[in-house]
């Protein structure tokens, strides 16, 4: 797998990361279960909506996804106030040559204190 990393501003808009970064993870293929949709608020004034939500909901099908462990980032690589994010995924089966995750994916991630680090200077 292989990813760049973004910094999002307090706007939505993503930037490139200050000093700019590709990260490429070792991924592997495992049969994941995703989260149930969340449950719909209760209206008060549709009985019949609140009949049909006592009939609990179909559990998601697993499916096989790649999965990968993030990389570590300081948080004095981050820019105070910004989201550090993950995005333009691509995969490989020889880490020679990457195509485009089809499905468009952002992933948040949360810097690591500088006092709590274990990544080297």
């Known amino acids: 797998m292989q990813a760049e990393l973004a910094i999002k501003g307090e706007d939505g808009v993503l930037a490139p990361f200050p000093q700019p970064r590709i990260e490429i993870m070792l991924g592997m293929v495992e049969l ?26 179909v559990p998601p099908t697993p499916r096989w996804m790649i999965t990968a462990v993030t990389p570590a980032v300081q948080s004095t690589e981050v820019p105070e106030g910004a989201q550090l994010v993950m995005h333009n995924f691509k995969a490989s089966l020889n880490r020679q040559y990457f195509e485009p995750v089809t499905e468009p994916i952002t992933i948040r991630l949360t810097p690591i204190p500088v006092e709590n680090s274990t990544v080297p200077a």
């Open 32 to 57: 994941v279960t995703p989260p149930p949709p969340p449950a719909e608020p209760a209206d008060p004034k549709n009985k019949k909506k609140e009949a049909e939500s006592a009939i609990p909901p």
